[in-house]
């Protein structure tokens, strides 16, 4: 088994493709080893010092680490992914399954937020993905649309200037009722 490793923008996070599906649909953020319990693969990295979230796409792995230096981490995190897909054990716990949130909005923004979301699962969430994270709907009021970034996008120095300059630009552009993009907390 090959997997790839692929840097971020987010220098605190690789992005591990294993050249096979992780996750059927959506995405899982584990941002500690407690939460870390629905899924077995995250649950087994979060043993190695210095790991401090997992987030799994629909191809790939990402992980954030404090502390050591990727060169020693690096080989650690490979190994582990590479017996977790070998040994044939399951990515979340059985049973485990995570609510998505649908996000609010009122019920006279119906189409606006249709809207918003057709063109971040379209054209944000692909290149968001690329880069070892998503970002999703969290609500809309008032002309302002609420994101959360998460995976490498959660804590990188350049996820402002992505909401700023590209989606929001993006949004408005498609969207004239959208005044403003702001990151959910």
């Known amino acids: 088994m090959f997997i790839e490793t692929e840097v971020t923008p987010n220098p605190a996070t690789l992005k591990f493709v294993p050249g096979r599906a992780v996750?059927?649909?959506?995405?899982?953020?584990?941002?500690?080893?407690?939460?870390?319990?629905?899924?077995p693969l995250a649950e087994r990295l979060f043993e190695i010092d210095g790991v401090t979230a997992v987030f799994l796409g629909a191809d790939f792995v990402a992980v954030t680490k404090d502390g050591?230096?990727?060169?020693?981490?690096?080989?650690?995190?490979?190994g582990t992914i590479m017996e977790h897909f070998l040994s044939g054990a399951p990515i979340l716990a059985p049973g485990d399954a995570?609510?998505?949130?649908?996000?609010?909005?009122?019920?006279a923004d119906a189409r606006v937020v249709a809207t918003i979301k057709e063109l971040l699962d379209t054209r944000v969430r692909p290149a968001v993905a690329a880069d070892g994270g998503d970002i999703t709907f969290a609500r809309y009021e008032d002309g302002?649309?609420?994101?959360?970034?998460r995976g490498a996008c959660a804590g990188c120095p350049s996820s402002t200037a992505t909401l700023?300059?590209?989606?929001?630009?993006?949004?408005?552009?498609?969207?004239?009722e959208v005044r403003e993009v702001r990151a959910a907390s």
């Open 144 to 149: 302002v649309v609420w994101l959360t970034m």
């Open 164 to 176: 700023r300059n590209g989606v929001q630009n993006l949004l408005k552009h498609f969207v004239p």
């Open 98 to 107: 995570e609510v998505a949130a649908a996000g609010t909005w009122s019920e």
């Open 68 to 78: 050591p230096e990727w060169q020693h981490l690096k080989p650690a995190i490979l």
């Open 23 to 39: 996750l059927a649909e959506g995405s899982r953020e584990f941002r500690d080893r407690t939460a870390a319990a629905a899924s």
